[in-house]
């Protein structure tokens, strides 16, 4: 794979992936909380990954890294990290509120990455984390989300879930991405299944009355976002510095938020909104202080 020249302006096609990925995840946000308005939210995750098995299969082939890091880092992006995602979707009313606090995973990442790996925290960093933070304590503190603060808190646990596995991927070089989503797949979907079986009631009558648009949206989150706009990004992070891609991303939680107001009905409040743009421009902070700390380290590369 031939990698553009570093600085280089975006090409339409890298343009093209960013605007798709955005959609789908925008989309997927929607999809997945009407998912858990039918079906039990733990035993939807394991249906999503197990439509995503089938089609990534193929691509979990040896050799495979040390099994027992590798366990930690399967458990974390997946059954740990969807579980609680799909758990927060069908616990919260305020879509907004809690779309954003799935986004404090970069802010989080830039911190384990500083805690566990030693790597440089820059002012900025350290600016962003806190307005990030500040931002979603000040959307649960709106009353209109109030009762959305556990919901809101399993999205940060969520969150912190990813990251660190995030942290821990990069300590094992070489995993090809559909590689790694095949392995989580083959993790996650008995997994999910066992817990949703032992602690989720009437499982089977609410799949047999669930609409068909319920296994629409299953395809979506398995096929289009777990298999397509996440091999899409990592295809992006592999041609470009990821603290030049990753702001682009911030206009999922837009995209979601458009779409339950004009679909869903949900009101935004000016508290919602403006703590929503403080979580948001906070995480911003971060991916473009990790862009400048990339730039400075290559540059400090050439001079040597």
């Not at 395809?219 to 295809?235: H, R």
């Not at 990821?242 to 938020?257: C, D, E, H, K, W």
Request: hydrophobic share 60%.
């Amino acid at each position: 794979m031939v990698k553009p020249a570093a600085g280089s302006p975006l090409l339409p096609l890298e343009w093209a992936a960013i605007v798709g990925i955005v959609l789908v995840w925008g989309v997927n946000n929607i999809a997945a909380k009407y998912m858990t308005h039918y079906v039990p939210p733990i035993f939807m995750g394991g249906a999503r990954f197990a439509v995503a098995l089938l089609f990534l299969f193929p691509f979990i082939k040896p050799p495979f890294p040390d099994p027992k890091r590798l366990l930690v880092i399967l458990l974390l992006i997946g059954p740990l990290n969807a579980g609680l995602i799909y758990l927060g979707f069908s616990m919260v009313h305020s879509l907004s509120a809690f779309i954003v606090s799935l986004q404090l995973w970069v802010p989080f990442t830039a911190l384990f990455a500083w805690l566990i790996l030693g790597e440089a925290m820059v002012g900025l960093q350290l600016l962003g984390l806190i307005v990030a933070f500040g931002g979603i304590a000040w959307m649960s503190l709106s009353p209109g989300t109030q009762g959305d603060i556990p919901g809101i808190l399993v999205g940060v646990a969520a969150s912190i879930c990813w990251a660190l596995g995030t942290i821990l991927v990069r300590q094992v070089p070489g995993i090809k991405p559909l590689k790694l989503q095949g392995m989580t797949a083959l993790l996650s979907t008995p997994l999910l299944f066992a817990v949703a079986f032992g602690t989720e009631k009437d499982i089977v009558p609410a799949v047999v009355a669930a609409p068909m648009m319920v296994w629409v949206c299953v395809v979506w989150a398995a096929v289009l976002s777990t298999v397509g706009a996440t091999a899409m990004m990592f295809w992006l992070v592999q041609r470009r510095e990821p603290g030049r891609i990753m702001p682009y991303f911030l206009m999922t939680p837009l995209v979601s938020a458009v779409i339950s107001v004009l679909f869903m009905g949900e009101i935004i409040t000016w508290q919602v909104a403006l703590g929503g743009a403080a979580t948001l421009a906070g995480v911003a902070l971060v991916a473009l202080s990790e862009r400048r700390l990339a730039k400075a380290s290559e540059t400090n590369l050439e001079t040597t």
